[in-house]
DNA sequence: CTGAAAGCGCTTACAG
DNA sequence: CTGAAAGCGCTTACAG
């Protein structure tokens, strides 16, 4: 039905091998023979088979992105939306495809085979959040290209990722910069690396601030409006007037939390998230928090992905962007706004 | 690197073409065959390579997903990964995988060509809210099997729905049974079919009670937070009793408004929403919204592709879905949760 | 700069 | 029930 290379040469007098060269922008062909092979392409709307392309070259021009996703709801975090939308925009940019694989758990196994027996994809963007991912070792052990988003506490593996401990300091920095007599936080799950690198920016930011970790408070949320709330009520016994969340929901649910106990946010408790997603704005008072440059992190990751794919056995690369505090009226420290 | 098909017919001594069968679970094979081939593919771990199978078979076991994303933050909105999760799981069911194109306008007619033309999928899923999107009548006009999920204004299509006539209807009937004495709406973009269909459920359930539609005040808002806050603000003025919101995140919006005039929720307006996303139990007082079943209309779609992919030219399908109106505190009709 | 030919790893009539 | 052979639509040395 559509058409084939072999048609395509055929309507331009030409042979296959000189049709498929013009489309691999191969320079050994005449210029002339080019606009002509060009031109009918052109006109007749080619598009090449990928699957017969993969087959030959060894490659296809897709990648896959897998999402861990079986836990709880945490793909519908606005950040897993926003992240594939920034990777979706280079893909298009660079005229790849992507293959989304929402990895729910009792799959797993099973879909690591597929997938990298299959040869589907030519490289893989894991965008893992447990500690220790089974997937990410098994992906590490095979000759598959894939990069990390987030980091791996053992492994070396090319990876992109914000620095998570610094802005987790940001935030904290700035809590304290109003000298709240008591300052707590709201951790991301501990099994989850982020969750991880998150508390530790607190705990460095408390401690640089001559203060002792011990008279601090933390709460362990999972990330979720729910969690957040329920952590900052267990928090409010003790009277923190200072509250970092981990993320924006889990502010959120703190914010909640702090209303229906009848303080002021952030007259009694200020607070600050991590993340910046569209609701951090929109809240009230506008939560102050931590951006992460998405779309950047989308291009850089679909770009050393490209390179890893076309140059394999280069040194492992950790590509670490830098996170902005968005100070809003929730800390009271600037105009409200 | 990894084993081919002749390889598997070699260790398990017949030809590949058996081996083919055995994979495709076709009837003629002996049992011991079958067993013996089996083990060998068990044993090493074989996966069939999808880009030679497609060749040769004329269909890869991947659908395309499509969703426009382009449009301010619609793609960050919880139901679109709600919606994605459950196509996924039921995409694992049937061991079929999902390729992912977000399209941003720029890239859309690009786009089109090159799935189409790339033969990369078996069949789409275009997740279109455009009343009149280009995407959809291109697919129409071309051979490729593909499911709507919504509605198109005059194409016959094949299309996976949720009754949002219905949906509004049973919320603003719920708004309308506290006798209000002015009901007011903020409406979805009129030009997506669901902001269309939403506000016609609301016409209909305002007329079913006997009331004029001209007494009747709607705003239009564009699906986020935002919309909904500035739609109410401009609603105000005209001191409604009750409002439907075309969506829970632009009820969240409203919401805010409402709570910033210093007026009550419900005493002094009640509110209910659309789509019960995650946050719809959690806001105070916890909103009246409207279910989709997100995951069933995943396997339903999957199916129903499947089912068009294996036997095309059948008559025109249109699946609708009835919603569930989920009573909470916002409405004062219930007791506060 | 260009073409003829082999080959990528499968599936599928066709014969037996 | 099984195998030999052709073919899917490309790419890529190899020769010229």
């Known amino acids: 039905m559509s058409l084939t290379l072999e048609d395509i040469a055929q309507l331009s007098s030409v042979s296959r091998s000189t049709v498929s060269r013009v489309i691999n922008g191969d320079a050994n062909v005449r210029e002339e023979t080019r606009r002509r092979v060009l031109e009918v392409i052109q006109r007749n709307n080619y598009q090449p088979n990928l699957a017969a392309r993969q087959l030959a070259a060894g490659h296809t021009k897709v990648i896959g992105l897998v999402i861990p996703a079986g836990v709880g709801t945490i793909f519908s975090d606005p950040y897993f939306a926003q992240f594939t939308q920034g990777l979706s925009d280079a893909c298009s940019e660079k005229e790849y495809s992507i293959m989304l694989w929402l990895a ?18 030519d490289g893989i963007v ?67 690396m982020v969750g991880r690198e998150r508390y530790q920016g607190f705990a460095q930011a408390v401690t640089e601030n001559g203060r002792k ?40 649910g703190a914010m909640r939390a702090i209303r229906e106990a009848g303080l002021r946010i952030p007259a009694d408790i200020a607070i600050a998230g991590h993340d910046d997603m569209p609701i951090a704005s929109q809240t009230n008072p506008a939560l102050t928090t931590v951006r992460q440059p998405l779309g950047q992190m989308g291009l850089l990751t679909i770009e050393t992905l490209i390179e890893l794919i076309h140059h394999p056995g280069q040194p492992t690369r950790r590509i670490v962007l830098k996170p902005e505090l968005i100070i809003r009226a929730s800390c009271g420290s600037s105009p409200a706004n």
Do not use: C, W
């Open 104 to 121: 729910s758990p009792e799959y797993e196994r099973r879909m690591i085979r597929r997938i990298l027996g299959s040869s589907l994809v």
């Open 126 to 192: 894991v965008l893992s959040t447990l500690v220790d991912d089974p997937l990410v070792s098994a992906l590490h052990e095979s000759q598959m290209p894939f990069i990390l988003i987030g980091s791996h506490p053992s492994l070396e593996v090319n990876s992109v990722d914000v620095d998570n401990i610094e802005g987790a300091r940001l935030a904290t920095r700035h809590l304290l910069s109003t000298s709240p007599s008591k300052i707590a936080t709201i951790t991301g799950p501990q099994n989850m």
């Open 213 to 252: 970790l011990e008279d601090t408070l933390a709460v362990e949320g999972d990330f979720t409006e729910m969690g957040g709330y329920t952590a900052m009520k267990s928090l409010l016994a003790a009277q923190p007037q200072a509250v970092f969340a981990a993320s924006d929901l889990m502010a959120t």
